[in-house]
């Protein structure tokens, strides 16, 4: 201020600095405001940095100015990508709310970092549902493998979950990683096998990638079709059971997902293989097994097998079901028969004939019906007939010639071979004279 001066210039004055240091206050409030904020995004902003770096190959010049502003405590080369689920977790947390399932990830994700901590740096990052990625740096040509082995084992005592981990090769930079993650992935994908809780190395798999496959089996898969066309439980299965140990025993074991296109294609097959036998109807409930079976990117060999034995099962109850009530309309059109033609030389080729079967077959389907054979069923029916129409008082020689007995005394020896009399007998102990 220069003199002289008025109040008026003081005062102005006054308000002028109060105004300057207020702002300069907010200033600094905003800054503070926006540094808390940033620090705390950070784990979500390295995620999503990580996230592109193991995707994407990026030039190093790019990437470590975001490397410093996101405080990344790692060493700027000698990388491994290791990628890590909770078995089964889509199953285990498909009813909990959205807080539980928060929760175990960040348990678990604490649990690895803890576990990394031990060994070397690292930083862990959330892929999708119970999916970690985990980037450290190499410490050890032997460390990958004994430091997933401990996060297994650390994740099992303390929270009681099991892992599977997939790991890959070590990488000298930066732009690198996305190799070191797509090998972490393939041999994540090899608990295809294993199902789960354990370590796979991508230099234990990278031989068997490499590798020739396993052809189609054609030939037991059309002798299957024909026993699951039949409604042979058992040939089906057996089939089914050496279909599969000759996959799974392959050496050196085929890729995962070419073994999960063959299985599903085993079932499809199957599928239609009973389309050609049944009415859609039939076959329709079994569209959920294979839905399933399509929707199972998580699943093991096993599970996707146990998937495709239902299949066969189902459809073999489904063919013996259909099968047996069409077999009990053909038998109960020829017992319809036998009861109207009991004075007709009834013998296994006529009544066959009678509804369009050959004598064999229509024999073993008879017994397998009835109980008894052809032979027992008929005789039992005329017995029966007798016995009514000697209590209705007809004569003894009317009765055997009603039933296809040209001889009396033939007809006597066989109604006392069943009743254990004669018909003369049967007819005193009805009350009924001679």
């Known amino acids: 201020m220069t003199k002289p001066f008025s109040l008026e210039e003081i005062l102005e004055t006054v308000i002028k600095a109060r105004q300057a240091v207020m702002e300069a206050h907010e200033q600094r409030a905003r800054i503070r405001e926006m540094e808390l904020r940033v620090k705390e995004s950070l784990p979500v902003l390295r995620q999503e940095f990580f996230d592109v770096l193991i995707r994407h190959r990026m030039q190093e010049p790019k990437v470590w100015d975001r490397w410093e502003f996101l405080q990344i405590g790692l060493a700027r080369e000698d990388f491994v990508v290791m990628v890590m689920e909770i078995d089964r977790f889509a199953e285990i947390s498909k009813d909990w709310p959205a807080s539980e399932i928060e929760l175990l990830r960040f348990t678990l994700q604490n649990i690895i970092e803890e576990t990394v901590q031990a060994f070397t740096q690292g930083v862990i990052f ?187 099962e189902k459809g073999c109850t489904i063919i013996e079901t259909r099968s047996a009530s069409m077999a009990h309309l053909v038998i109960d059109r020829a017992i319809a028969y036998i009861k109207q033609h009991l004075a007709a030389d009834l013998t296994v080729a006529h009544c066959a004939a009678q509804v369009h079967l050959s004598g064999s077959y229509f024999a073993n389907l008879f017994k397998k019906v009835t109980g008894m054979s052809f032979s027992q069923y008929v005789t039992a029916v005329r017995m029966e007939k007798a016995k009514e129409m000697l209590l209705q008082n007809h004569q003894i020689q009317e009765v055997a010639s009603a039933l296809g007995y040209e001889e009396r005394r033939y007809f006597s020896d066989v109604f006392k071979k069943v009743t254990g009399m004669t018909p003369s007998e049967f007819r005193q102990n009805a009350g009924l004279g001679e």
């Open 126 to 312: 959330r892929e999708s549902g119970g999916r970690f990625v985990l980037i450290y740096n190499a410490f050890s040509s032997e460390g990958a493998a004994v430091l997933a082995e401990r996060c297994c084992a650390n994740i099992q005592k303390y929270a009681k979950y099991t892992l599977s981990v997939g790991v890959g090769q070590p990488v000298k930079k930066v732009h690198d990683l996305p190799v070191s993650y797509q090998q972490a992935t393939t041999a994540m994908s090899y608990h295809f096998y294993t199902g789960g809780n354990g370590v796979v190395c991508y230099g234990d798999v990278l031989e068997d990638a490499q590798q020739s496959k396993p052809k189609y089996p054609a030939e037991k898969v059309q002798t299957a079709a024909f026993a699951l066309q039949s409604g042979n439980r058992e040939e089906t299965i057996r089939i089914l059971d050496e279909i599969y140990e000759e996959l799974i025993h392959y050496q050196p074991r085929p890729q995962p997902r070419y073994l999960s296109l063959l299985l599903h294609g085993l079932a499809n097959m199957l599928i239609r293989v009973l389309l050609e036998k049944l009415p859609y109807e039939d076959v329709q409930p079994l569209e959920g097994l294979l839905q399933e079976m399509e929707l199972s990117g998580g699943r093991t060999v096993g599970d996707i097998y146990a998937l495709l034995r239902q299949i066969c």
